[in-house]
């Protein structure tokens, strides 16, 4: 959508908001490790794909937002109790605008395991969140993204909510060193297809 000009008047926003547009979101939101003075702790990643409809048609200036915990699996967040140490150089949260071809890019750090006492001993797999808004609130998209290759994938409730086996495999990025950045990060590829058979689906907790 078009930024809406509202004068300078911050509650004026209210009135039209939330409205999401080129002028809102910089460069700089998509890059979670500069997001503070200093370098967040753990392995840097770059997370690219494409945002496409079911006719593989590219989704154009579509929000996407993540959110993730840090490298020693714990969110900022005052309800997340893990006690592993949060990291005053990493918020966990990003945004950033598709381009013309419905790519997107992030910079962040993988996010570590952590426990949730769903079961025995159970650790959730790391995992990025993924929100699209389409063009309204109800098209809105939440799911989650996995990396190759985690031994607690075949443990996970959550990713296994999801019962169509293709569809799961779906949910898992592919590492794709074209995307790595020299000295820098390594780089995982993750397209979201909104609607049709090869659909992304939502997190099985929110669609619940």
């Not at 490298?71 to 990493?90: E, I, K, N, T, V």
């Not at 590492?175 to 390594?186: E, I, T």
């Amino acid at each position: 959508m078009a930024p809406t000009a509202v004068g300078g008047d911050p509650e004026a926003v209210e009135l039209y908001g939330p409205v999401f547009g080129v002028t809102e979101v910089t460069a700089l939101d998509a890059d979670l490790t500069r997001q503070h003075a200093g370098e967040p702790h753990g392995e840097r990643i770059t997370v690219s794909g494409r945002v496409v409809d079911r006719a593989g048609r590219p989704v154009r200036h579509q929000l996407v937002e993540i959110w993730q915990a840090n490298a020693s699996g714990r969110y900022a967040h005052r309800r997340d109790q893990h006690s592993a140490p949060l990291d005053p150089h990493f918020t966990g949260a990003g945004r950033c605008l598709t381009d013309a071809e419905g790519r997107y890019a992030f910079t962040t750090v993988k996010p570590g395991a952590y426990p949730w006492g769903n079961h025995e001993n159970a650790w959730r797999p790391a995992h990025l969140h993924f929100s699209l808004f389409g063009t309204a609130f109800t098209q809105r998209l939440v799911t989650q993204m996995y990396f190759p290759g985690d031994p607690l994938l075949a443990y996970d409730p959550i990713l296994h909510a999801v019962t169509d086996q293709a569809a799961r495999d779906r949910l898992v990025a592919a590492y794709d060193p074209q995307l790595s950045v020299q000295d820098w990060s390594l780089g995982y590829r993750w397209d979201i297809v909104l609607d049709g058979p090869a659909a992304t689906l939502p997190d099985p907790e929110v669609a619940a």
